[in-house]
């Protein structure tokens, strides 16, 4: 028999010195400060978190653009973009709460280790009192947890995961972008009304918390149209032939491929899949369909001329037409010259979202901007009318679904609009399935 | 049956790329001794020749039509390519629509270039040194080597498609007498494999029929004797450095139109090759193209439905499993030679 080593003195000495040691660090914070990095001087610090190296890179790139352009009309210079056109008249060009918005950067490498790291050198060494930014649900969902931890707020950028306001919701997390479920609520009666009630899809998914979501969403939307699944076979993230995934395909009976995958993954594997014919191919006497549910414009122009005609969706388009996206689409072409992205787009929205909460709180105070964005309805941004729902801090606004142009203008012509989904068809319960197990827990504010 | 014809068609062509790059690879060990890391560096660059031939040809001048708006309403920006201007539209696209091939007049200079400044400017420093700092010097290398392709050209992938003429299929089924729409596969993939058995017949015959390669032959023997007959063999092993760089760019420039290229892509076959070479047999040349072909139809087949649905997950570790099972009942591999890296 071994002897235990626990006495009863000694694990109470142990727990009262480790008590100590975890109430020290607050102790001294919450005398400096009401809260988690409360601004001192006449600045305050935003921490902008996007993966600049790594296969998204690119797509980082572009978040990081339109964060640049927000904190300038923040802080009045240039032409104000959507400021003119914000339903919100809280913020005027004078930074926040009278304090000049400063920014910091971090490198997330679409890594979620990679990412927290950086995110907490930001809210630590640079004093970061709001954290933005993802591109990878993965780290969106990481980042998130770490953000509640600290007190700090966390604006999601591009995270399209049902968890990431669903399971692994947090009361300082808030995301602007829409999600697979919204995605596959929106394409179901598209794909049903153009290729028929009677189909049998096969699925490719990347083998992470965004594709199983998708995955699962696009399953249970498609069956309630009369599809049938013939397969839902996952793919490791970092797969970069996808040839020995596809020609199962070929003899499997489906007659509809669906794409979960993203970025990189997603251009691949929809090349590939063209040039195994697939869309030229005719099975059950129909024609064959590739289907991409999440598609975005840098993914469009990766993948070239084979998205021609595919179906899918996207959270805003650079072409649509009402003031909101005119403003943006001008400021932003001017200052870089080329169109924002999907991704520039919800970065910047979730900026301006942020300081404008900030300023009718009154405060930076973590827990007086969460009921500030809570229930938030608004208005000229680019996606119309907005609700921010207080039960999971999702945005619910209409969908698009998108189509690969076959009549390119120009080279940033890639997607039309080929249907706006209105909100009420995309709304869920707080409580559906597909987002259950999650608690928003309380805001915490660091203090 | 029809579906274990296509994997097996399909692993030929993943087998193409793991033959070329692992007799590159064996090449540089049987001659210099050298364990090359940055071997899948190389079939990168390679890849980025056909990217770079892509955009040479695309170079563009720029005219401004007044009667076009481009996305903001300024008046739109032509761009023609100054070889549709010399050649006139239909030949300058046509020109730029094969840039891949012709990248391949590209790519061996480079190649031959990028392959002897690594020779001489790094690698023979570490000749007498442990394959330990071999591998650690040519791994830190290939990290250089892709953190500049990075630099230049961005971390996203880039699509460089094949000549029209390829970008379809073939139904192999029906040539064969299946049935028709049932067997078919991309026009370029049947070519690739085409294009690695001409260069690996291009080796063999470059080393079996000329006096260089019976040199090189009788060097990988024996170097000491050779050296003693008052050859310098360590030219010509640089040369021999620089020949399989050129078949590793050029296994690259053609798989480029398969998968869109991307700084990383060389990583993904690196650590695949050395498997290839190891199971093929450290050193033996025809070795690394059997096993090449024989891991890479394994792995297509092992990724069939019918397959996983009994063993999950097979057809991620198949390759590591038979390289198990070959080094434990054949340790020098497949048709691997008494006495090589056993000293």
């Known amino acids: 028999m071994t002897k235990s080593s626990f006495t009863r003195r000694g694990l109470l000495k142990t727990g009262a ?285 990766g993948a070239g001329k084979n998205i021609e005609g595919i179906l899918g969706s996207s959270n805003w388009n650079w072409k649509l037409q009402d003031e909101g996206t005119k403003a943006f689409v001008k400021s932003y072409g001017t200052e870089y010259g080329v169109p924002p992205s999907q991704a520039a787009q919800t970065c910047y929205v979730q900026t301006l979202l942020y300081a404008d909460a900030c300023e009718r709180a009154g405060s930076f105070d973590p827990c007086a901007v969460v009921p500030a964005l809570e229930g938030y309805e608004f208005d000229g941004l680019g996606n119309g009318k907005t609700l921010y729902r207080a039960d999971d801090h999702q945005c619910f606004k209409d969908v698009l679904v998108v189509q690969g142009n076959d009549k390119a203008q120009n080279e940033y012509d890639l997607l039309n609009v080929f249907e706006t989904t209105p909100v009420e068809k995309v709304m869920y319960e707080p409580d559906n399935p597909f987002f259950a197990g999650g608690d928003l827990g309380q805001c915490n504010s660091g203090a | 049956m029809d579906a274990i014809f296509l994997q097996t068609l399909n692993g030929l062509d993943k087998g193409s790329a793991y033959a070329l790059i692992a007799l590159g690879l064996t090449l540089i060990f049987g001659t210099l001794g050298v364990v090359n890391f940055a071997h899948g560096a190389l079939f990168m660059i390679g890849a980025f020749c056909a990217v770079t031939m892509q955009r040479l040809l695309n170079l563009s001048f720029v005219t401004i039509d007044e009667t076009q708006k481009d996305f903001l309403g300024n008046p739109l920006k032509v761009e023609t390519p100054y070889v549709e201007s010399w050649f006139g539209p239909d030949m300058g696209a046509a020109i730029i629509n094969w840039s891949v091939p012709l990248a391949i007049f590209l790519a061996i200079p480079v190649m031959l270039i990028v392959g002897f400044v690594m020779e001489r400017g790094l690698i023979k420093h570490f000749y007498k040194r442990p394959h330990a700092d071999q591998i650690l010097v040519t791994f830190g290398l290939a990290i250089v080597l892709q953190e500049l392709v990075k630099a230049n050209y961005g971390a996203n992938p880039i699509p460089t498609p094949a000549p029209a003429a390829f970008s379809g299929s073939i139904d192999i089924g029906a040539a064969l007498g299946f049935d028709p729409n049932v067997i078919i596969y991309p026009a370029w993939r049947m070519a690739y494999f085409v294009f690695s058995i001409i260069i690996i017949g291009a080796v063999f015959s470059f080393l079996q029929f000329t006096t260089f390669g019976m040199v090189v032959r009788a060097g990988m023997s024996d170097r000491e004797t050779v050296g003693l007959l008052g050859i310098n063999i360590n030219r010509r092993f640089t040369i021999m450095f620089a020949i399989a760089a050129v078949v590793a760019g050029l296994a690259g420039v053609m798989y480029a139109p398969i998968n869109s290229p991307d700084y990383h892509m060389g990583m993904n076959f690196l650590v695949l090759s050395f498997v290839v070479v190891v199971v093929g047999g450290m050193g033996s040349l025809p070795g690394a193209v059997l096993a090449g072909f024989l891991l890479g139809v394994l792995e297509s087949l092992a990724s069939m439905n019918e397959v996983k649905n009994i063993l999950p997950g097979i057809d991620q570790i198949i390759i590591y499993l038979v390289a198990i099972i070959v080094l434990l009942t054949r340790p020098r591999g497949l048709l691997g030679k008494k006495g090589v890296m056993e000293d």
């Not at chain 1, 790139?61 to 959507?82: I, S």
């Open chain 1, 17 to 301: 010195i480790a008590g100590a040691g975890l109430a020290l660090p607050t102790i001294f914070t919450s005398r400096a400060n009401a809260y988690m990095n409360e601004p001192k001087g006449g600045t305050v610090t935003l921490g902008f978190n996007v993966p600049q190296t790594g296969p998204y890179a690119d797509e980082g790139a572009d978040e990081l653009k339109a964060f640049q352009l927000a904190v300038k009309h923040l802080n009045g210079e240039g032409d104000g973009g959507m400021l003119n056109t914000f339903s919100s008249k809280a913020l005027t060009g004078n930074g926040v709460l009278g304090k000049k918005v400063a920014y910091v950067t971090g490198d997330t490498q679409t890594k979620s280790d990679a990412a927290r790291a950086s995110a907490k050198s930001m809210i630590e060494k640079d004093g970061a009192v709001m954290i933005s930014g993802g591109s990878s649900s993965g780290v969106a969902v990481a980042v998130q947890g770490l953000c509640q931890e600290a007190g700090v707020i966390f604006m999601a950028g591009l995270t399209h995961s049902n968890d990431t306001t669903g399971k692994d919701k947090k009361a300082n997390g808030f995301r602007h972008f829409f999600d697979a479920y919204m995605s596959a609520a929106a394409l179901a009666p598209v794909l049903s009304n153009q290729y028929g009630k009677d189909r049998k899809f096969y699925m490719l998914t990347a083998d992470y918390t965004w594709g199983w979501t998708q995955a699962a969403s696009m399953k249970e939307f498609m069956e309630g149209e009369g599809w049938n699944m013939v397969a839902d076979v996952k793919t490791p993230l970092a797969s970069t032939d996808f040839s020995s995934y596809l020609t199962p395909v070929l003899n499997s009976g489906a007659d509809v491929l669906i794409l979960n995958h993203y970025g990189g993954n997603m251009v691949n594997s929809l090349t590939q899949a063209v040039q195994f014919g697939m869309r030229d191919k005719q099975v059950n006497g129909k024609q064959f369909e590739v289907v991409v549910p999440l598609i975005s414009e840098l993914m469009a122009k």
